[in-house]
């Protein structure tokens, strides 16, 4: 078989072959002085829906940069819209807070107001529990040992260490050259002081 025979004769192309400078097709661009294609189309503007202008690359991206989408828009509009660009429009709820009842009072304490509000609280109890509560009954050896020191059964923790103190300078045994009488005061001091710290009188 070759070229010429008649199978080959009836099967020649009909495809125009394109021309070698042809422009493309397509509108002109709209910015002034500019002679490129407009292959790319802008928007006109608010209340223009669906009309374009057409740059080419160059022009659109100017066009873009000075274009307005807020006009006409009031500053309570445009803020507004900021608020809601930040969620993506969603609405968002705050967190509950429970407001403090109390005015915390001031502390060096670092871990905050909780902490203080507690302390004054537990503390406040605490007082109101030592006012409220009967005096109880002393035990024989707490009432002796008031009564080895000299002192009332109400007596506060302060008196109880300075009469203790004293006690200790009037019968040390350098301030009464080795009485015997006198030390076995000092003994029965030592002995009244531990006590009443023990129980927890001072």
Request: hydrophobic letters at 30%.
């Amino acid at each position: 078989m070759t070229n010429d025979s008649k199978i080959f004769v009836g099967l020649k192309s009909t495809r125009k072959k394109p021309a070698a400078n042809s422009e493309p097709a397509g509108p002109k661009c709209q910015w002034d002085g500019c002679d490129k294609r407009g292959t790319h189309r802008a928007p006109v503007g608010r209340d223009a829906e669906g009309l374009y202008l057409f740059f080419c690359l160059e022009h659109v991206k100017e066009y873009n940069k000075g274009y307005n989408f807020a006009t006409g828009l009031s500053d309570a509009d445009i803020a507004r819209y900021q608020r809601e660009a930040t969620t993506g429009g969603r609405p968002t709820w705050g967190t509950g807070v429970n407001q403090a009842t109390e005015i915390p009072i001031p502390s060096t304490v670092r871990s905050g107001s909780a902490k203080t509000l507690n302390d004054r609280k537990n503390a406040a109890q605490r007082k109101a529990q030592k006012t409220n509560s009967p005096v109880r009954k002393l035990k024989v050896l707490e009432a002796k040992a008031f009564e080895t020191l000299g002192l009332p059964q109400d007596a506060t923790p302060e008196e109880i260490r300075s009469r203790y103190k004293e006690r200790l300078k009037m019968h040390h045994p350098d301030a009464n050259q080795g009485n015997r009488t006198s030390e076995d005061e000092l003994r029965a001091s030592i002995e009244a002081h531990k006590i009443l710290k023990l129980n927890g009188f001072c």
